[in-house]
């Protein structure tokens, strides 16, 4: 079975500053996918980067990198820039995947992390 | 685009009774996932429709809960003999078939149990 692991309860950084969430996770599958996941107060699930196991560079989306180590089995959220609107609650989620990269099924969360971005 | 709906937005009834949440999934998305979250934690998955039938159900915690979508689109749970305990966030998710399958996430239905 998958599990995720998100050992930060709560992170605080600056505004403008950039900030690592930790995930390690755990599965005996080799072809899987992580995403890191938002969610602000108000609930709703905003997804935001993607990493495939095959893929051999760290995912990037504007503001946001992966820092996706195989061996070690962790996939770090790197925000850079911090935004007072980036103060949120992250969850980091794993995904099985087929030998063709098509992921398919469940998504397992981690418990999570708290951002707070201080002015 | 429209997003993945939910209905209602929240829900509070007593012990025992029944309840239905309704989930709008994106047009064109072929799966759809039900998830509970419970206050501080992360969404627990429940069950998983491609098309209309359920392609895994290992999730759902006992036999009173139970979920359809008949014509693999709108897709409706429901809870019989509600418990306090399944007081949570159900949260609604769609996706399209294959690649990396992406999954859209509803606003939620907070559901309280008295």
């Known amino acids: 079975a998958q599990k995720i692991t998100q050992t930060q309860p709560g992170m605080f950084v600056q505004e403008k500053e950039a900030v690592t969430l930790d995930c390690t996770y755990d599965?005996?599958?080799?072809?899987?996918?992580l995403f890191w996941y938002k969610q602000p107060s108000s609930g709703e699930m905003i997804f935001l980067i993607y990493q495939g196991s095959y893929d051999e560079q760290n995912a990037t989306e504007g503001r946001y990198s992966l820092n996706f180590q195989k061996a070690r089995k962790s996939a770090n959220l790197v925000i850079s820039a911090s935004q007072l609107g980036d103060s949120a609650m992250y969850f980091c989620?794993?995904?099985?995947?087929?030998?063709?990269?098509?992921?398919?099924?469940?998504?397992?969360f981690g418990q999570g992390t708290i951002l707070t971005v201080h002015p | 685009g429209a997003g993945v709906s939910q209905t209602p937005s929240n829900k509070v009834t007593e012990k025992g009774k029944y309840v239905e949440l309704r989930c709008d999934p994106i047009?064109?998305?072929?799966?759809l996932y039900w998830y509970r979250q419970s206050l501080g934690q992360g969404p627990e998955f429940l069950i998983y429709f491609q098309g209309t039938g359920a392609a895994d159900d290992s999730g759902l915690p006992n036999d009173r809960f139970f979920a359809v979508r008949p014509e693999g689109s709108v897709s409706t749970l429901k809870i019989q003999r509600t418990e306090r305990g399944d007081s949570a966030v159900y949260l609604c998710?769609?996706?399209?078939?294959?690649?990396?399958?992406?999954?859209?996430f509803g606003p939620g239905t907070r559901l309280t149990v008295l």
């Open positions: 599965t005996s599958d080799q072809s899987y996918g």
């Open positions: 989620a794993m995904i099985l995947a087929n030998a063709g990269g098509t992921s398919y099924g469940k998504l397992t």
């Open positions: 998710a769609s996706s399209l078939a294959g690649g990396r399958n992406e999954q859209f």
């Open positions: 047009s064109g998305h072929t799966a």
